[in-house]
């Protein structure tokens, strides 16, 4: 599709509005209709494992195209009117759709090193993507994000030579049935470590967090939420938990690290978001406390644990996402996203502004949003796990967001209207505002459908995602193995 | 196994530069360099000391061949890593240029708009 979309983009740029929005929505109708469905592989080629890639449909990777396919969907639609400032706006789409094609592929791929190669087209889309209006910062932030995400990528390739060399494949379900078959050995403990670290930094978690704060402000803000809202998920935390989990079999010491992890970044990243004056840039900080909580709610290892990590994961998706795009629209009308310059927007925008109000209230955790519910369940996670320390500084973390997310509002939503900006602001175009006003739509409604019909909600989006990470837990893998080398065509 | 200790020096080469070097173009060499280091680290552990290439012609069969090639499948894995490096280096090399058009300076240490 992106070599489509560049083809027939020479003929008309409308077109290449047409072709990625068909190319996502198909997508997003696809991943919608295959929730609840039955665990499945596909074989490439026909080759059968372990010889061949498989891909794998079970519950988390369900969940996880669900969400890429839905943002991605969204941001495309954004993006028809947002990026007509930008010069080659058919590029914009052909990069796009190729890093959806990867985290795609990243989701579904039964095969490390096919997860690496994906892994690859992904980031190396998304470091175009970052610097696509190529301004002085655009480049600066797309260059430390290149640099920083090569050396993660190496270390991700690194951990996978060294799984072959003692398994002799690289097949998860057969390095899984095998890993689990032999003692521990340091090998693979250091495998694994450099797992976590190739996988951590494209997460954001700290301290690989450096690239972030600078990449996430200075991508158009569609591709913004993208990376905030699936990237750092899809590449970085599904990829950590499917090769921790399912593939190297979750040793303590890897929970233990990922705990710590979770825990540094929710509070540093906390921290250094308060103090920001730029309103994408204490965004993106957010993303990074936001990552730690996912981290650490998965690095539990609880059932609760599970199914904290997996919903916060899906609300962060909508709400992050609706952040980056009003945050978008703002810039788009007012010309700058500097909070002291902003002001009073809740009368000449109002569609942007109460979008704007119901995300920060969803990630600072204010019933009936969707927040409050995911950060209830990983606190009760923690104190059910006997992890004191870290129920208090999820708490602290809570009511630091809740702070700094005060601060934007009052800053751009509320208060005056500044007099330079008073003449020329006005609602943003019909496109921007459909994402904007979906994403609070789903925000509000994964909260009330949470509250009202909590059981059920969980049975079919959570349990399965959350039934998959437990059997990497508890029994070795095992349904995953007999799925994958068992059945399968 | 000294093959394995030079490998993982050549790694570190790549990191110092990385890390060491101010020049943008240093730092591109210190991360392809790391790259190829992780390359000829999959293929050393495929290797089988005297060794055959894994080709099947009429003159041996798939036995004897299993018993003494070196191993194929590191081979394939470390052509689509070599593509994917390439890629990596068209789009740095690119973002260099771009980089010197804007700040007029290769100096990272002064590439530093983005602060906080």
Redesign the interface.
């Known amino acids: 599709m992106t070599v489509v979309t560049l083809l027939l983009s020479k003929a008309s740029a409308r077109i290449a509005d047409i072709t990625a929005f068909l190319t996502a929505a198909v997508t997003t109708v696809i991943a919608f209709m295959l929730i609840g469905s039955p665990v499945n592989t596909y074989w490439m080629g026909n080759w059968f494992p372990p010889f061949g890639i498989t891909l794998v449909y079970d519950g988390l990777s369900g969940l996880m195209l669900l969400i890429i396919n839905l943002i991605a969907l969204l941001s495309i639609i954004y993006s028809f009117s947002y990026m007509e400032k930008y010069t080659a706006k058919p590029k914009f789409y052909a990069l796009f759709l190729l890093m959806l094609a990867g985290m795609n592929g990243v989701a579904l791929t039964g095969d490390l ?1 096919n997860l ?2 994906f892994l ?1 087209i992904a980031s ?1 889309a998304s ?2 993507l970052v ?1 696509f209006g ?4 655009e ?6 994000y ?2 920083l995400g ?2 993660a990528s ?1 270390m991700v ?2 951990g ?2 060294l799984v ?2 003692m398994t002799g494949s ?1 097949n998860m379900a057969d390095v899984a049935s095998t890993l689990a078959a032999m003692p521990a050995k340091t090998t693979i403990a250091f495998a694994a470590g450099v797992f976590l670290m190739g996988f951590a930094l494209k997460s954001g978690l700290v301290p690989f967090h450096a690239w972030l ?2 990449a996430h402000p ?1 991508a158009p803000a569609p591709i913004s939420a993208m990376l905030s809202g699936v990237l750092i998920k899809a590449l970085g935390v599904y990829a950590m938990v499917r090769v921790m989990f399912n593939v190297l079999g979750a040793a303590p010491i890897y929970l233990d690290i990922m705990l710590v992890l979770g825990a540094i970044s929710m509070v540093i990243g906390g921290f250094l978001a308060v ?2 004056f730029d309103l994408k ?1 204490q965004f993106a900080y957010h993303s990074v406390s936001q990552m730690g909580y996912i981290v650490l709610a998965l690095g539990l290892g609880t059932p609760l644990g599970l199914i904290g990590g997996i919903f916060h994961l899906i609300n962060h998706a909508t709400f992050k996402s609706l952040l980056f795009l009003a945050s978008g629209a703002i810039e788009h009308a007012t010309g700058t996203k500097h909070m002291k310059k902003l002001g009073g927007l809740k009368e000449s925008m109002p569609v942007t502004s109460t979008t704007f109000v119901i995300g920060s209230l969803s990630i600072s955790g204010v019933p009936p949003f969707n927040g409050f519910f995911s950060k209830l369940i990983i606190i009760l996670a923690c104190v059910q796990a006997q992890q004191w320390l870290l129920a208090v500084l999820a708490s602290i973390a809570s009511v630091i967001t809740l702070l700094s997310f005060l601060k934007a509002m009052k800053f751009s939503v509320f208060g005056q209207v500044p007099q330079a900006i008073a003449e020329r602001i006005k609602e943003v175009p019909f496109s921007m505002a459909f994402s904007m006003i979906f994403l609070a739509v789903m925000c509000l409604g994964i909260g009330i459908a949470y509250l009202v019909a909590g059981p059920t909600f969980t049975d079919i989006f959570l349990q399965p995602a959350a039934d998959v990470l437990m059997d990497g837990l508890e029994n070795g893998s095992a349904n995953y193995i007999a799925t994958v080398l068992g059945i399968g065509g | 196994m000294s093959l394995y200790v030079l490998t993982m020096a050549l790694m570190g080469m790549g990191i110092y530069a990385l890390i060491a070097k101010r020049h943008i173009i240093k730092k591109i060499i210190g991360i392809v360099t790391m790259e190829y280091a992780i390359n000829l680290f999959l293929i050393l552990i495929g290797y089988r000391t005297d060794g055959i290439a894994p080709i099947q012609d009429s003159q041996i069969s798939a036995v004897e061949l299993a018993a003494r090639a070196v191993d194929p499948l590191p081979q394939a894995l470390v052509l689509t890593s070599i593509v994917i490096g390439l890629g990596t280096l068209a789009l740095m090399a690119s973002l260099a240029i771009k980089l010197y058009e804007k700040y007029k300076t290769f100096d990272m240490s002064e590439i530093n708009r983005l602060r906080g």
């Open positions: 090193f690496f190669v690859e190396i470091y175009a610097g190529v301004e002085h910062q480049l600066e932030a797309s260059f430390k290149l640099i090569s050396v190496t390739l690194l996978i030579a072959y060399a690289v704060p600078d200075s103090g920001q840039r």
